[in-house]
């Protein structure tokens, strides 16, 4: 079965770093993107950026550019979405998905549980 | 980037209903739209892409259509599990944005 386990609920401080993570299983992980998508709470979907395992070749949204960093370690198929200070306004849901086919431009048709992210004094 | 507009963003329906969401592109993004139903407390799962591909294992009671900037999914008899929000996508720029998403409601 092809899926997407993503790391669990996260409960930090403002400032404070985090890296939350999104294991592949069940399929070949360097050939296909991963990508991130944010839910703040009670709104809608946002792309934050995507990642070919492969390579590490990343496109990041311009409305994420440099407030997160996404990464890759093929040797175990985990992708990764870090931040090195928090702020309350990351709270939100984090989610994990795979494009449907190799291209760089694609659906998400696998998708993981999900990351709630909670930063809170 | 290119700005998704859904229409409604809600909407009231029964069992049975046939139901019509719209998505606008703020440019011609040809057929590169795929859209998404998340049920409350899940993940979105791909429902159709191109457009008009019916994604794998999506009942045939799901349909999409439209190029350009305009595009349209239809649910020709909605079923319990329907009842959820329903998100549009563009992929043909980076960033693939979504719409702000349409809840139909029973």
């Known amino acids: 079965e092809v899926q997407l386990v993503q790391s669990g609920a996260e409960v930090k401080k403002p400032g404070e770093s985090l890296k939350v993570s999104c294991k592949g299983s069940g399929y070949n992980f360097p050939n296909f993107w991963i990508g991130w998508v944010r839910q703040m709470p009670g709104k809608g979907l946002e792309w934050v950026g995507i990642?070919?395992?492969?390579?590490?070749?990343?496109r990041y949204s311009p409305s994420f550019q440099g407030r997160v960093t996404i990464s890759v370690d093929k040797s175990i198929s985990t992708a990764f979405l870090q931040w090195s200070s928090l702020e309350a306004s990351d709270t939100a849901i984090y989610y994990c998905?795979?494009?449907?086919?190799?291209?760089?431009?694609?659906?998400?048709?696998?998708w993981g549980q999900g990351t709630m992210v909670t930063v809170s004094s | 980037d290119i700005q998704m507009t859904q229409s409604p963003s809600s909407l009231s329906a029964s069992v049975g209903d046939r139901v019509t969401i719209s998505c606008r592109a703020s440019q011609n993004i040809k057929k590169y739209v795929s859209w998404y139903r998340q049920r409350p407390g899940k993940a979105p799962n791909l429902l159709i892409y191109a457009a008009s591909v019916l994604h794998t294992g999506v009942p045939s009671g799901f349909s999409g259509s439209g190029s350009g900037t305009d595009f349209t999914l239809t649910i020709s008899s909605l079923q319990p599990e329907d009842f959820a929000t329903y998100y549009c996508q563009q992929t043909y720029s980076v960033p693939p944005t979504f719409g702000g998403g349409t809840t139909v409601e029973i």
């Open positions: 990642i070919y395992p492969g390579d590490s070749d990343i």
């Open positions: 998905a795979r494009h449907l086919s190799i291209a760089a431009m694609d659906a998400f048709a696998i």
